[in-house]
């Protein structure tokens, strides 16, 4: 049980387009999920965190018009990279929960390179 | 600040040893704690987590940690190393009111020979 899917697992754009990353949690109701960026040999910056039904919460430093967060029912959240640019590559890795203090599920991540 | 230190960076152990990794914490209340594994290009695998109760915890794939509140740790332990635990290991405490969001240590990379 407990598993998270994102889909796609790797996505190639160019420069000014806008890409949508989607998180599904596959046999659970996720009441809250988590948006993380990794860059290489680093660990995980929380991007934002969203409940179902509700705004997203943004961490300080991320921006919130360029990375939109949709969290519109208990199993999908959505990130979209709005006008892309090669320094929003990265590997992006969402995470579920059932609860806000539950534990984290997290999904197998995407890697966006943007040309 | 709440924050949590992996003190190594890289870790190579033989095929068959022991192995801890160590995991220290910064956080005002009795933190969530977790241990999540990386392999490459993957997302994170949940190891173990400490709530609350029995001080130490047994996982998936042999590991264990002892919550240490009087050194602010969670050290990870496993008696003898597989060659396919070789991966990136990353400590977290949980924030409990803060909608549970996890503030994750830098990794410890593993490294395995035979």
């Known amino acids: 049980g407990a598993v998270v899917s994102q889909h796609p697992s790797r996505v190639i754009c160019k420069s000014g387009t806008s890409v949508k990353i989607e998180c599904r949690s596959l046999?659970?109701?996720?009441?809250?999920m988590f948006w993380y960026r990794q860059f290489p040999k680093q660990s995980l910056m929380l991007m934002a965190t969203s409940n179902e039904g509700s705004k997203a919460t943004y961490e300080q430093g991320v921006e919130k018009d360029k990375f939109l967060i949709n969290h519109a029912s208990l199993t999908l959240s959505t990130l979209t990279v709005t006008s892309a640019h090669p320094e929003d590559s990265s590997f992006y890795i969402c995470?579920?929960?059932?609860?806000?203090?539950?534990?984290?599920?997290f999904g197998p991540g995407t890697r966006l390179t943007v040309l | 600040a709440q924050s949590v230190t992996q003190p190594d960076i890289h870790i190579t152990v033989s095929e068959g040893a022991s192995l801890e990794l160590r995991c220290n914490y910064s956080?005002?209340?009795?933190?969530?704690l977790f241990w999540y594994v990386q392999s490459p290009g993957q997302g994170l695998q949940l190891l173990l987590k400490y709530f609350s109760g029995d001080t130490l915890v047994q996982g998936i794939k042999g590991f264990e940690a002892e919550f240490k509140r009087s050194q602010s740790s969670f050290n990870l332990r496993k008696p003898s190393v597989h060659w396919s635990d070789a991966a990136e290991y990353f400590c977290?405490?949980?924030?409990?009111?803060?909608?549970?969001?996890?503030?994750f240590g830098q990794g410890t990379e593993l490294s395995v020979k035979p």
């Open positions: 977290a405490v949980g924030e409990r009111n803060q909608g549970g969001k996890l503030i």
């Open positions: 956080y005002g209340a009795t933190p969530y």
């Open positions: 995470s579920a929960s059932g609860t806000p203090l539950d534990t984290q599920y």
């Open positions: 046999d659970f109701q996720a009441t809250t």
